[in-house]
């Protein structure tokens, strides 16, 4: 067992019960994305890292994280005098703008894997880049977009071999075309590519609203279920925003291509658990 919050977590009647019904998990991959800016925010970032021990050392499920960094990434253009353009939530990426997303992305991972690490115990986490072991193979998506990367192969090896050891691996979605140019790569595309690419059990995205809901100021119109025919049919609806929209495609590729299900959440306090193992959930879950 893990000490520390790991430890206080597993007194607690709720996280008790989810353990028991996490027991079916054991083994399985889940592949969680979650942003970076989570980092400023101390309780939610402690509540995420006490979810994933919890789920990793405690029930025995292979946790693998995905990260981005847009906001910070922004800031640090806007301080530089560079102009962030989005296109379809896209970020457009040339070289000057590859370069702070690759530093921005790197300093976050450091960050991510420094904050699990320290809780100690059996808590081990490992940063490695969507370059390392060749893990994302990748070519440029559109011209219009500069560096931006579509990924063409996932090899899971890596990824598999640090599961195996007891660590967990942190992510940050940079691919490579084999040639040594590399691309940015859409943290929600490189979670769903990866989640797929390691027969993931569950794809679990953590956004700054409660899942998808069809009045972004009510939060009782989240939709908690989607069939993968209705997630399709709400893409071109328009309380679709361009930063939900490929969250939304990414959890229909993963579920289209062999994964169980895809849940897209809100930063709550131990939101991964409540969404897996209680009947209710707090997102929404997209599903065959």
Known sequence: MVMGESEKG??????KKALEYAERFRDKVFV???SGEVLADGSIMDSIISDLITLKYDAGIKMVVVHGASKRISSVMDKLGLKAKFVGGLRVTDEATLDIVQAVLSDTNQRIVWSINKRGGKAKAVGISGV????FTARK??????????IEKVDGELARLF???GYI????????????????????HGASELACGLKAEKLILLTNVNGVLRNRDDESSLIPTLTLSEAKGILEESFITA????KIES?????ERGVKSAHIIGLKRHAILQEIFTEEGVGTMITR
């Open 10 to 15: 597993i007194n607690d009647p709720e996280i």
């Open 32 to 34: 969680i994305k979650f």
């Open 132 to 135: 390392s072991g060749n893990l």
């Open 141 to 150: 998506l559109h011209p219009d977009l500069g560096f931006v990367g579509c």
């Open 163 to 165: 599961t195996q050891n």
């Open 169 to 188: 691996p942190v992510i940050y979605p940079i691919g490579s075309d084999g040639q040594g140019t590399l691309f940015n790569i859409n943290a929600d």
């Open 243 to 246: 930063g939900m929209k490929p």
């Open 251 to 255: 959890c229909i590729a993963a579920v």
